[in-house]
């Protein structure tokens, strides 16, 4: 079953342009997207999931399952740092283990835009509810970062009070943030009339920009993995199986809310998805320290791919074998 959902995933068009956009940089084509185009195309995705799933959540109302959802997404992005700091810190500083650590406690929208439309291709559905929860779980993993930075790091007061400031800001108002949490709110308070007045433009077009998108991430996707080849087969693994064990995680969270089988895969996608937006333009800013070639290329070259490519499918295969 697991071999038939990769496949299917595989050959569909945006994971199969990813893969056109990877061979462009590994067979030197000069194929590139001009770069405010991928910008607009990031904020038009997260604007549409977000819209979409306000309107979702208007039509559903709010119910214990959406509750102990929300609350679950918020609990697991303040956890999964603490415990890869640890298991990074084995091997790296401080600085490192806590920036890696961060990134992978947040989440990718792209990834869950990617199992989003999986499901919907399946005719697998899911709540609007869970756009709340992406939102909700991109910022604790920073604060977290931020605070495992202090407790472990020797720094001065100063740069410390400076840090928790701009990082803070950083996390509750960075722009894919706000944009995700504002479309969802006019999603919700426009209701039916605001749907059907934007959905020829956040309906159709979707599949197209997401397509359009991923073509592009290839193309930077493959760039990065050249800088993993300093990285060591530490980091390497950790990319992959980190993610394979929170999305198991998710999974039994998943099931013991009793979320449906569409909600509970793009719960596993986010707890098992890294930032390589958010996450990396914090830490910049307030871990200097650290290393950004490793913890962008960790999630952009190796998790990211992983994730939409065999991680989906595989994580639905396993949701199907215990949801009825």
């Given at each position: 079953m697991n071999a038939s959902l990769i496949l299917s995933n595989i050959l569909n068009p945006p994971v199969l342009f990813f893969f056109i956009g990877m061979s462009a940089v590994f067979l030197k084509s000069d194929l590139e997207i001009p770069q405010p185009i991928p910008k607009l195309f990031s904020l038009y995705l997260l604007f549409a999931i977000g819209f979409k799933g306000g309107h979702e959540i208007h039509e559903s109302g709010l119910n214990a399952e959406i509750t102990l959802t929300l609350l679950a997404a918020i609990i697991v992005a303040a956890i999964v740092p603490i415990y890869s700091f640890f298991i990074l810190k084995l091997k790296l500083d401080i600085y490192n283990s806590a920036a890696i650590a961060a990134a992978y406690g947040s989440i990718s929208a792209v990834t869950f835009v990617t199992a989003s439309s999986f499901l919907s291709r399946l005719g697998i559905d899911f709540g609007g509810h869970m756009v709340a929860a992406l939102a909700l779980m991109e910022s604790p993993a920073i604060i977290i970062g931020l605070l495992l930075v202090q407790l472990f790091a020797n720094r001065s007061e100063n740069e410390e009070k400076l840090s928790v400031s701009e990082v803070l800001r950083e996390a509750c108002l960075n722009g894919s943030?706000?944009?995700?949490?504002?479309?969802?709110?006019?999603?919700?308070?426009?209701?039916?009339?605001?749907?059907?007045?934007?959905?020829?433009?956040?309906?159709?077009?979707?599949?197209?920009?997401?397509?359009?998108?991923?073509?592009?991430?290839?193309?930077?996707?493959?760039?990065?993995?050249?800088?993993?080849?300093?990285?060591?087969?530490?980091?390497?693994?950790?990319?992959?199986?980190?993610?394979?064990?929170?999305a198991i995680v998710g999974i039994l969270i998943a099931a013991l809310i009793g979320m449906s089988k569409g909600n509970a895969l793009l719960f596993a996608v986010l707890c098992a998805s890294a930032s390589y937006i958010a996450v990396p333009a914090a830490m910049r800013m307030s871990v200097p320290e650290a290393n950004p070639s490793l913890y962008i290329s960790m999630a952009l070259a190796l998790t990211f791919p992983f994730n939409i490519i065999v991680g989906i499918p595989i994580y639905l295969g396993i949701i199907n074998q215990f949801w009825l």
């Amino acid at each position: 079953m697991n071999a038939s959902l990769i496949l299917s995933n595989i050959l569909n068009p945006p994971v199969l342009f990813f893969f056109i956009g990877m061979s462009a940089v590994f067979l030197k084509s000069d194929l590139e997207i001009p770069q405010p185009i991928p910008k607009l195309f990031s904020l038009y995705l997260l604007f549409a999931i977000g819209f979409k799933g306000g309107h979702e959540i208007h039509e559903s109302g709010l119910n214990a399952e959406i509750t102990l959802t929300l609350l679950a997404a918020i609990i697991v992005a303040a956890i999964v740092p603490i415990y890869s700091f640890f298991i990074l810190k084995l091997k790296l500083d401080i600085y490192n283990s806590a920036a890696i650590a961060a990134a992978y406690g947040s989440i990718s929208a792209v990834t869950f835009v990617t199992a989003s439309s999986f499901l919907s291709r399946l005719g697998i559905d899911f709540g609007g509810h869970m756009v709340a929860a992406l939102a909700l779980m991109e910022s604790p993993a920073i604060i977290i970062g931020l605070l495992l930075v202090q407790l472990f790091a020797n720094r001065s007061e100063n740069e410390e009070k400076l840090s928790v400031s701009e990082v803070l800001r950083e996390a509750c108002l960075n722009g894919s943030v706000f944009l995700l949490v504002g479309s969802l709110f006019v999603g919700i308070v426009t209701s039916q009339q605001g749907w059907e007045s934007l959905k020829p433009f956040t309906g159709e077009l979707f599949y197209g920009v997401l397509t359009f998108f991923l073509l592009d991430m290839g193309l930077v996707a493959a760039r990065r993995i050249q800088d993993l080849k300093k990285s060591g087969s530490f980091l390497i693994g950790f990319s992959i199986l980190m993610p394979v064990f929170n999305a198991i995680v998710g999974i039994l969270i998943a099931a013991l809310i009793g979320m449906s089988k569409g909600n509970a895969l793009l719960f596993a996608v986010l707890c098992a998805s890294a930032s390589y937006i958010a996450v990396p333009a914090a830490m910049r800013m307030s871990v200097p320290e650290a290393n950004p070639s490793l913890y962008i290329s960790m999630a952009l070259a190796l998790t990211f791919p992983f994730n939409i490519i065999v991680g989906i499918p595989i994580y639905l295969g396993i949701i199907n074998q215990f949801w009825l």
